[in-house]
């Protein structure tokens, strides 16, 4: 439930906190005064679009804190999971916007994304305006909330169609793998095998590309390669003053010195040089004798590369996984060559799950619609009550591809008055008929469908008279299994509340704000009282405020 709600800085609220009770909780005021505007504050918190221009005119951002107490078991478990609950057990959803959209979203202190906040808000408070509808009145819902009230009967079978789906899918998958139908197979087997011929011609090496390109590289530079080793050659020991040669005659001046310490390091450094220098000049003499240009073996070695580039940019992009991919293509060759008798295999299975699939898919099905019987008998009889006499509801099926979750597709359709056609119900209710239809539903699956909280905003929305008395009833009931926050402008559904919350518009010098006071005792008749007979309150209008409400705890 929602134990309570700080709101800081939005529309005309400056700061302010409800503590809502466990039962009927309802808010009352003029129009305009800002009721509206709370219920805009606890969406915000509970993850939905943000809109700046809420921000309070003046601020910067606006923030809104949201405690949840007695919270349900999915809600812990998504918690616990997430690391998020804390040991009393209470939840804090905060959420702050600030003038340049930025948002901070916190789950009991933790900062959180803007989704879990959303995900968590919709585990703890379902709501119903009269713009709106509620997650049980979406068509995507009916089929699911259907499986939900036939329960553990209906939940069995439908695990058995999701094993046995999963089954002809996996088979399916295998006939696939094997390259599909005969002429499929043949197809295929033909490109692999060209494939197969040209890479195995080709006799891949690993790394070779990267080989072939220095020797290419090479040859192609060979004369200006052979200008610069000969030049090299001659300096370093083939001419009169090589380099060498005058290394040797430093290192001969420098010998009968050699009882001085630094002096004969140095000679034995030089003599280290000439050392290093003699090896650099024999493999550089090395590397310009083997570089004796030969075109053929150039023109040999660029085909060679290009039939090389042209193979990997077609089989992985590489040497190493063009030969990678040769050696699976040899498989599954062989696998295609043994096809026809795995197929023939996979196909009797095949057959024998799709009818294993189908048979559990119409036992299903079969269930479901003894279940929407049931549930049309109820949401009628619930209607009857709530003024529509003539009320015609069901559960329309249509038939659907099979798939992990059967073969139905369900949507509630219904029609409110006599000799008119059932249609779709975003279609066909007016308002005040969505709200009792709403109700309806709402009470039919509260033991199954459980929120913590339930809000509803004008809910009573065009209805009126022994109709109001009905509805406030039915949202009592409500309160057996749910809290129930919900603004509204009758009397003969107020005076069933339990906590009464007065929203009203004040003005200082500076600017205008809204208040809440939560009413106690002859408060609360004054403003049943009010709701009945305007500004002015008559004697007459408290006495008959002061009976609805001894009449609703009668009914209670």
Partial sequence: MLQSLSIKNVALIKEIEI??????????????????????????????????????????????DAIFSFIGQNVKDFLVENDLLEDDGEVMLSRTLFDDMKNVCKINGKSVSLGMLK???????????????????????????????????????????????????????????????????????????????????????????EELKNKLDMYSSAERINEALSGCEESLEDSSSSVIDQIQQCEAMLSSLSSFENINNCRERLTSARYEIEDISQTLKEIKNELSFDEREFERLDRRYDLIRSLIKKYGGSCEKAIEYLAQIKEKVNALEDADFLI????????????????????????????????????????????????????AFTLAPITANGKDEVEFTFSANKGQDVKSLSKTASGGELSRFMLAIKNIFSQIDKTGTLIFDEIDSGISGETGVIVGQKIKNLTKSSQIICITHLPQVASFGDDFFYVSKKEDERSTYTEVKHLQGDEVVSEIARMIGGDKISQVALKHAQEMIDQTKARA
Avoid: P
């Fill in 19 to 64: 503590d809502f009770g466990k039962g009927f909780n309802v808010l009352v005021g003029e129009t305009g005064a800002g009721k509206s505007i709370i219920f805009d504050s606890l969406n915000f918190v509970l993850g939905s679009k943000a809109d700046k221009t809420l921000i309070r005119y003046g601020e910067n951002l606006m923030k809104v």
């Fill in 344 to 395: 023939e295999k996979y196909e009797k299975q095949l057959e024998k799950e799709e009818g294993e699939l189908s048979s559990l898919a119409e036992q299903l099905s079969i269930k479901r619609k003894k279940v929407a019987l049931d549930i049309e008998n109820r949401i009628v009889a619930e209607l009857r009550e709530l003024g529509m006499k003539s009320t015609v509801f069901k559960s």
């Fill in 119 to 209: 995900t968590v808000g919709h585990m703890l408070v379902d709501r119903y305006s009269k713009h709106d509808s509620i997650s049980l009145l979406k068509a995507k819902n009916h089929l699911a909330l259907l499986d939900k009230f036939g329960g553990d009967e209906i939940l069995s079978i439908k695990e058995k169609v999701s094993e046995s789906f999963s089954k002809v899918q996996a088979i399916k998958k295998q006939i696939t793998d094997l390259g599909g139908d005969k002429f499929e197979r043949e197809r295929t087997k033909e490109l692999l095998s060209y494939q197969i011929e040209e890479l195995e011609k080709a006799q891949l090496q690993a790394g070779e590309e």
